[in-house]
């Protein structure tokens, strides 16, 4: 989603900026834009698309050691040089960054239109530099440097929405006024400099001393320091803490893309999620950020997992989990459509919410929900001190390590392994045998290395891509069937096709062939049958002969190489056996493969998909 960047202090602010905006890449955007503040002036520059368009534009060097930068996915208004921001007020006194979405902006943009207002742009954000602009003038000229802070929070006090924002000044050299609501803002303190960013990860090469806001606040920040307030002007006495150590600018390795080096790094990803976690002499999993008893677990009535995409899909291999190990009710729910549909919330239920990033709008709004209805909420997230962690206070971080590409892969696979952390520990409170447990914990001990062995498919991948990437030819669609466990591994693999490489792409389960998805069959359109040895495979094979009785394709995706599998289907990608229950997270590994060689054969940009971001913070 959109990324901020600030910096005021005694350095150049430009290259400061500009580095900030290049580790706020990995989250999807579709323009760029930096304003820099000076004595009576501001200058702004602005592209639309990526940023080495906005570097060909800016000066060679600019002395304005303050300074913002934007990098923006669409929301409101078309991709163009316009409508990127900062924008600017009617009389360049302000220059204002954006995240998020004004939800009265129609209302407002008429009431500064009938008062003579013209608009730059096509946005909702460019309102908010107009408000900012006229409290100020209200102030009139003389207004001291406070009545930056005062005309940032009155000019709030009329919007309805979602923002993360930071403004500068022309008048108020070396400030910067940012706020948050419901889009994250986090102030980076340094020796005798500040920096503000939506991701701490912007500035966490220069400072590892974060104040990250809440909802409500704003902070002022100069070379002399920082400030917090609310809205209303109550101060906030909060200190900084540490952030985890920066990685520095990415570095691809020797990989061409962040999308496959962070598929090879799927084994060490699950190897840091069941870190220090399991306990094979109980068969148990240990989390201690989920801090209930076995009694309190026992008391559990359901479990609900709430996520977004590829986090929804991992829910529903959590689901399964939960209900196959502990035998308790469970499902998983859309957090958009579940926090709009006013939920009956029950408070002996455990409600999860899965999240990469932790700055997910809906998931954070479901979450709000549950608390505001009672429910007990446990966070399984990767970001270390996202919105999400703070918000659900407990549950379990993935430790798969930052991920760049915006599709996402070691994320979801640690994503299923924390649902299966969770799974056990349920299941051992309440139904799970010993012994279960410790084939259970043999089973997930064993992953890294099975998901290694997976890897080396690729060869095989490639020539199979390449056949679905054809030149002039490239099939119409691509099928994704799986049964039980498999079924939410089928839509993700689906997904990934879908984000990649823009062919059109269909999961579904088993049981739906024949109630739809069986007239899209035919010899150009492939399916990839996900199967494993277990309840659901014999069933499966009936799918298969379905789609071979109607001429289409099937390349099916396995578990060792089950005696006969061979002469049922095309081709067959043979994986290193394991329990049926865990089969998803070995049988995607191949599939990401897959997406990502169609996509470079189509010529596709693999960490950077059309229109897609990676934290999507507006709902």
């Known amino acids: 989603m959109c990324g901020i960047?600030?910096?005021?202090?005694?350095?150049?602010?430009?290259?400061?900026?500009?580095?900030?905006?290049?580790?706020?890449?990995?989250?999807?955007?579709?323009?760029?834009?930096?304003?820099?503040?000076?004595?009576?002036?501001?200058?702004?520059?602005?592209?639309?698309?990526?940023?080495?368009?906005?570097?060909?534009?800016?000066?060679?060097?600019?002395?304005?050691?303050?300074?913002?930068?934007?990098?923006?996915?669409?929301?409101?208004?078309?991709?163009?040089?316009?409508?990127?921001?900062?924008?600017?007020g009617p009389a360049g006194k302000v220059a204002l960054v954006h995240n998020g979405i004004v939800d009265n902006w129609a209302e407002l943009k008429r009431e500064l239109e009938a008062a003579g207002a013209a608009f730059a742009s096509e946005t909702d954000s460019e309102i908010l530099a107009h408000l900012v602009e006229r409290e100020l003038s209200r102030l009139g000229p003389s207004c001291p440097r406070s009545g930056a802070i005062e005309a940032v929070a009155a000019a709030l006090g009329r919007v309805s929405g979602t923002y993360g924002l930071a403004c500068v000044f022309a008048d108020f050299p070396g400030l910067i006024v940012g706020a948050r609501n419901g889009s994250p803002l986090a102030v980076g303190v340094g020796e005798g400099e500040c920096f503000i960013a939506s991701d701490p990860a912007a500035f966490a090469a220069h400072t590892r001393q974060a104040v990250f806001l809440r909802d409500g606040e704003l902070a002022a920040i100069d070379a002399k320091g920082w400030q917090t307030r609310t809205l209303r002007g109550e101060a906030v006495l909060r200190g900084a803490e540490t952030i985890p150590e920066a990685a520095g600018l990415a570095d691809k390795g020797a990989?061409?893309?962040?999308?496959?080096?962070?598929?090879?790094?799927?084994?060490?990803?699950?190897?840091?999620?069941?870190?220090?976690?399991?306990?094979?002499?109980?068969?148990?999993?240990?989390?201690?950020?989920?801090?209930?008893?076995?009694?309190?677990?026992?008391?559990?009535?359901?479990?609900?997992?709430?996520?977004?995409?590829?986090?929804?899909?991992?829910?529903?291999?959590?689901k399964a989990l939960v209900e196959a190990w502990a035998r308790v009710p469970a499902r998983a729910e859309d957090a958009s459509e579940f926090r709009a549909a006013n939920p009956i919330v029950d408070p002996a239920a455990l409600y999860v919410a899965v999240s990469q990033s932790g700055e997910t709008a809906d998931t954070l709004a479901a979450v709000r929900e549950v608390q505001a209805k009672g429910g007990r909420v446990v966070g399984l997230v990767n970001s270390v001190g996202s919105s999400l962690a703070r918000l659900c206070g407990a549950g379990v971080y993935l430790h798969a390590g930052q991920e760049l590409s915006v599709a996402a892969s070691k994320s979801y696979l640690a994503q299923v392994t924390g649902c299966a952390l969770i799974a056990l520990s349920l299941g051992r409170a309440r139904h799970l045998s010993i012994g279960e447990g410790r084939r259970v914990v043999d089973e997930l001990v064993a992953l890294p290395?099975?998901?290694?062995?997976?890897?080396?498919?690729?060869?095989?991948?490639?020539?199979?891509?390449?056949?679905?990437?054809?030149?002039?030819?490239?099939?119409?669609?691509?099928?994704?069937?799986?049964?039980?466990?498999l079924y939410p591994a089928a839509l993700e693999g689906a997904l990934k096709l879908?984000?990649?490489?823009?062919?059109?792409?269909?999961?579904?389960?088993?049981?739906?062939?024949?109630?739809?998805?069986?007239?899209?069959?035919?010899?150009?359109?492939?399916?990839?049958?996900?199967?494993?040895?277990?309840?659901?495979?014999?069933?499966?094979?009936?799918?298969?002969?379905?789609?071979?009785?109607?001429?289409?394709?099937?390349?099916?995706?396995?578990?060792?190489?089950?005696?006969?599998?061979?002469?049922?289907?095309?081709e067959l990608f043979a994986l290193p056996p394991c329990m049926e229950e865990l089969a998803p997270v070995l049988e995607l590994v191949p599939l990401q493969l897959l997406a990502r060689s169609v996509a470079s054969a189509l010529g596709r940009d693999v960490d950077r998909p059309r229109n897609l971001a990676k934290s999507v913070t507006t709902e």
């Open 5 to 88: 960047i600030g910096y005021a202090g005694p350095r150049k602010a430009l290259p400061l900026v500009i580095q900030g905006l290049r580790l706020l890449e990995y989250r999807g955007y579709d323009s760029a834009g930096v304003a820099l503040g000076g004595s009576g002036s501001i200058r702004v520059f602005k592209k639309e698309g990526k940023l080495a368009n906005l570097e060909a534009v800016l000066p060679a060097s600019s002395a304005a050691k303050c300074g913002i930068g934007h990098t923006r996915w669409a929301t409101h208004g078309a991709v163009s040089d316009a409508n990127a921001h900062p924008h600017l």
């Open 255 to 318: 990989h061409p893309d962040f999308f496959l080096k962070e598929v090879y790094e799927q084994p060490q990803a699950v190897e840091r999620t069941l870190g220090g976690r399991l306990v094979r002499e109980y068969g148990n999993a240990k989390l201690g950020g989920i801090e209930l008893s076995p009694r309190e677990m026992h008391g559990i009535s359901e479990v609900v997992f709430l996520g977004m995409g590829t986090a929804l899909h991992a829910a529903m291999s959590g």
């Open 449 to 485: 290395a099975k998901i290694d062995e997976a890897l080396s498919l690729r060869p095989r991948v490639e020539e199979l891509a390449a056949r679905i990437a054809s030149p002039g030819r490239p099939a119409p669609s691509v099928l994704f069937l799986g049964r039980g466990f």
């Open 498 to 570: 879908k984000e990649l490489s823009y062919l059109h792409a269909e999961g579904f389960a088993g049981g739906a062939l024949k109630h739809g998805p069986l007239a899209l069959v035919g010899p150009e359109t492939p399916t990839i049958a996900l199967i494993a040895p277990g309840a659901s495979y014999e069933r499966t094979l009936s799918n298969i002969a379905e789609v071979r009785a109607r001429r289409g394709p099937v390349i099916a995706v396995c578990p060792g190489a089950p005696e006969g599998l061979r002469e049922e289907v095309d």
